[in-house]
């Protein structure tokens, strides 16, 4: 896959940990992503929300996009729409998509790279496949992340981070068996580019037949590890996890995974916020009050315009 590669060999490596003395986080359930049609009707796979909160948090939905080779005409994407409350983090492995939103935030990601936009106080954004993909086809392949905003950082100003694919942070596996690349947050002392305001830590991680991945992790952060395509086992007990099936951890220092294919995965987990949700679509607050008063912000256009330029692959190319 297109995602960001690397020769292992040449990487920094995760430290050894001791098999014996390590406190291993046990999976606590594994689910089965459900299938929703999004924006102008695009599949996605969706592992939660349907776990209990207190698994994800501070996470609000995960939705796998793909992966899909669509013909000429057949891609989709989600036009106009808004948000407050919370970031979406896009994270494409194949394909294009375009990002626009009212701040004048945009930029086009493809093949390892991540658009991060913090919604805060509210804005309008659209994410879009570019028109050559439209026109021509092709794969299509991306994961598209909301965290949640703790209760004091919801009314900040909005944000837009371009994150390209070689400022991602490249790590090896201790037997240079996995390629690790860190989105966001620490993995044993390794930041990752993504300036976050929820302490997180997310990676994308491939591991060879065999391979076997061991990763320190904070024991005050939740953990979960969703497969993108192959097969493996997670966990000291070698519970099996294969595409479209998430695995959350109960407590423990370190997680521990091994795979049966060439395996693809997602590790991510954060500081609990532990405060009241309330959500309506695209709002994310702590109050019912807070979403009626988002609901009438974004029909009295307060939220924002749509009249900004859209920013396409050509333009990228010439900046």
């Known amino acids: ?160 981070q371009d994150i390209k694919p070689e400022n991602t942070r490249l790590l090896s596996s201790d037997d240079g068996g996995a390629l690790v690349r860190v989105i966001a947050g620490d993995v044993a002392g390794h930041q990752g580019p993504g300036m976050t305001r929820t302490p997180i830590t997310y990676l994308h991680a491939t591991l060879t037949a065999g391979a076997r991945l061991t990763l320190p992790w904070p024991e005050d952060f939740t953990a979960m590890v969703y497969v993108l395509s192959g097969r493996g086992t997670v966990g000291a007990d070698r519970r099996p996890l294969e595409e479209g099936r998430l695995a959350t951890f109960g407590d423990g220092a370190a997680l521990t995974m091994r795979a049966g294919t060439t395996w693809d995965v997602l590790v991510l987990g954060g500081l609990p916020l532990r405060e009241p949700v309330a959500r309506y679509g695209p709002f994310v607050m702590n109050t019912r009050a807070e979403i009626l008063q988002a609901v009438e912000d974004f029909q009295a256009g307060r939220l924002g315009v749509t009249h900004v330029p859209h920013v396409t692959a050509a333009d990228e190319e010439l900046s």
């Open 1 to 160: 896959m297109p995602a960001v590669t690397a020769d292992t060999l040449t990487l920094p490596r995760l430290p050894e940990l001791p098999e014996a003395t390590t406190a291993w986080r046990g999976v606590r359930r594994v689910v089965r992503a459900q299938r929703f049609l999004e924006g102008e009707g695009f599949q996605v796979r969706r592992p939660f929300p349907g776990v209990e909160l207190a698994d994800a948090d501070p996470f609000l939905l995960l939705d796998h996009m793909g992966a899909v080779e669509y013909g000429p005409g057949e891609a989709k994407g989600a036009p106009w729409h808004p948000h407050r409350g919370f970031e979406t983090v896009t994270y494409m492995i194949d394909g294009v998509f375009e990002h626009r939103d009212s701040t004048g935030g945009g930029g086009v990601i493809t093949n390892g790279g991540t658009q991060w936009m913090t919604a805060g106080s509210g804005v309008l954004h659209s994410e879009l496949p570019s028109q050559e993909l439209v026109a021509r086809g092709g794969l299509f392949h991306g994961v598209q992340l909301w965290v949640n905003l703790p209760k004091a950082a919801k009314w900040t100003p909005p944000r837009y």
